[in-house]
């Protein structure tokens, strides 16, 4: 039998153990930061609630507050809460463990589709795909995608807005369509939250994710391109504040996302 072979994501949410509610996957090995990306674990815990929801109900939306930065080389543990079981919604808490420590946790809310208005409003595109050009990032957890920013972005990072695509095709599967977006969406929402003035540079100051919340609107596409508009809302008591849309390239709102982040010097 030919061994079918699984996307990057799709790796990425395979669990090595699964026992009632709890699932285990081993963290990897090692990379180029500190601490684990908070994207991806956000969209395995994602991936942890849905196993536990009908194929019917789809990811509705999710609020995660990342508790402790994540560790290289220590298995995650995703215990999953059923807080309620509905006729038309699904709602889960999931909360993320390594070596005994709680690092994150997600509420997040499923959905039976429902016929009705489909409606958003027209946005010019903040950055016209024929203006980019391509960004190669020196961030290995960003090697899946490939990225094209404003020819102005001289950064080490991807600064918003930018459009975004998966290199390889995603199994057309809506829950790891959702954790795709939910790895994409935190790429981007930290530097677009640091205070003015700041220059973004490696080495300068601090900044971290605290919460982040997405809102899936409709079908995600992830290997075709998408732009990702991040914008600042505001800057108080250390900590940034910013709303991000993902639109396709007919300009239809995918998703929207929020997040906060902890920027110090």
């Known amino acids: 039998m030919t061994r079918v072979e699984k996307s990057w994501i799709a790796e ?10 709890v699932f285990t996957v081993a963290a990897p090995p090692d990379g180029p ?7 991806m674990i956000a969209a395995q815990a994602l991936a942890a609630a849905g196993a536990t929801v009908s194929a019917e109900k789809l990811p509705q939306s999710l609020h995660v507050y990342f508790v402790r930065g994540g560790r290289y080389r220590e298995p995650l543990e995703f215990r999953v809460e059923r807080t309620r079981d509905g006729r038309s919604f699904d709602t889960r808490r999931v909360t993320a463990v390594q070596a005994g420590a709680v690092i994150l946790e997600m509420i997040a809310s499923f959905h039976v589709a429902e016929p009705g208005a ?15 050009q391509p960004k190669i990032v020196d961030l290995e957890f960003l090697d899946p995608f490939e990225i094209r920013t404003e ?28 954790c795709t977006l939910t790895f994409l ?38 290997h075709d391109w998408h732009l990702y508009d991040v914008v600042q809302r505001n800057h108080s008591d250390s ?21 906060e982040a902890l920027w110090r010097p």
Not at 33 to 39: D, E, I, M, S
Not at 119 to 129: D, I, K, N, T
């Open 33 to 39: 930061n500190p601490t684990l990306f908070g994207g």
């Open 185 to 222: 969406s935190d790429i981007g929402p930290v530097p677009v939250a640091r205070p003015s003035g700041v220059t973004l540079a490696r080495g300068t100051g601090y900044a971290a994710s605290l919460d982040h919340s997405v809102w899936f609107h409709r079908p995600f596409a992830p």
């Open 239 to 259: 900590r940034g504040l910013v709303m991000g849309s993902l639109y396709d390239r007919d300009g239809v709102l995918v998703a929207s996302t929020t997040q």
């Open 118 to 132: 489909d409606e958003q409003p027209v946005v010019p595109a903040s950055l016209a795909f024929a203006d980019a």
């Open 12 to 21: 990425l949410l395979t669990f090595d153990h699964r026992e009632g509610d």
């Open 151 to 178: 020819y102005s972005d001289d950064t080490g990072f991807a600064l918003p807005p930018f459009w975004i695509r998966s290199r390889d095709r995603i199994e057309d599967d809506p829950l790891v369509r959702a």
